[in-house]
């Protein structure tokens, strides 16, 4: 007799087990930019050519910081205080003004 309850019994705690455990946790969503960080830099593309060459050449990340780096809100382009986003290059030369000087100028 007791066997016969044994199916019964398992569909019971699997019906309790499904309730108490939690959902899948969602598929994580892209990180998107906010709209004003999309817009067109200000920076000239042959500028914008001889920064990402030196990130790459010193092994940076894409902000011109050292790999591993971690920033409050995930980028630094964004403050968080005023909600202003930077552009990427601005931001880079902002940190490193040498990169503006491609040694074309005279002394």
Known sequence: MRFRMLPGLIVVLAAAIAL???FPPPAPT???????ARRESSVDDQ???RVDEWITRNGLNEYGDP?????TGSTPLFDERTGAVKDRYQYILEQHPELRDDGSRKR
């Open 30 to 36: 892209p990180v998107r930019e906010p709209s004003a």
């Open 47 to 49: 500028l914008r050519r």
């Open 20 to 22: 108490v455990m939690p």
């Open 67 to 71: 790999q591993g780096t971690m920033y």
